[in-house]
């Protein structure tokens, strides 16, 4: 993700900042925008996995932050598309202030 952001040009990232007392892989620095990157095998094949990975978005989601998922496919094969997406919707969030961080 952090090669995607560079090669086209996006606007920093923290990477695995604590929000809401959880870890999350990426937040646009400055948004309320999360973004979280799910590969197959730890986030596809498990059920207890999946189910974390949803109720944390619902978390999150309640608190006022947005939460937009890739899967390592989508970043790795259409990296213009993901940055397209991610793109998309910093036009639409990236000006609302974040949530304060407890």
């Known amino acids: 993700m952090t090669r995607l952001i560079a090669r ?21 620095t400055g948004t309320p925008i999360v ?39 989508a970043i790795t094969r259409s990296p213009s598309t993901t940055a397209d997406r991610i793109r998309r919707n910093l036009d639409r969030w990236g000006n609302f202030p974040a949530p304060d961080r407890p």
């Open 8 to 28: 086209f040009a996006l606007p920093p990232i923290d990477f695995h900042p604590v929000i809401e007392g959880q870890e999350v892989d990426f937040r646009v």
């Open 35 to 73: 973004l979280e990157c799910d590969g197959w095998t730890f986030h596809g094949l498990n059920r207890s996995t999946f189910e974390r990975d949803r109720e944390r978005d619902a978390r999150l989601s309640a608190a006022g932050w947005i939460v937009i998922r890739f899967t390592y496919r």
